[in-house]
């Protein structure tokens, strides 16, 4: 069993073999800095905390597909957070929907 002393590696692997433990202990270790890390992209701490929960989702689904290459787990981790960082800031609920052009010219009319 994964504990306190395990290497991300150990962990990941026993969170592949399903261990709810090492998944906390995964989030409990990664989770503070992932989310510091977002936030510096990403004002919103609502849509960066998302992302994090996000990230932790996907490594229960994903450990298994893990390969240790000897580069650092965190890397991992870090591309899994990026790229659900993105996604939310993709989504129809974040876009930033500016005015039209004809919109535009009525406005700055009304400002004269």
Do not use: N
């Not at 992302?51 to 890397?75: C, I, K, M, N, S």
């Not at 790229?83 to 993709?90: F, Q, S, T």
């Amino acid at each position: 069993m994964a504990g306190e002393h395990s290497s991300d590696v150990e962990l990941l692997q026993a969170v592949a073999a399903r261990q709810r433990e090492a998944l906390r202990l995964l989030h409990h270790r990664h989770a503070p800095w992932l989310r510091f890390r977002l936030a510096a992209g990403c004002a919103d701490p609502d849509i960066v905390d998302a992302a994090v929960q996000d990230t932790f989702l996907a490594v229960w689904r994903d450990a298994h597909r893990y390969r240790e290459t000897g580069a650092d787990p965190a890397a991992w981790l870090w591309t899994i957070a990026v790229r659900r960082l993105i996604d939310a800031l993709r989504g129809p609920g974040h876009r930033w929907v500016g005015r039209g052009r004809s919109e535009e010219r009525r406005v700055g009319k009304e400002c004269r």
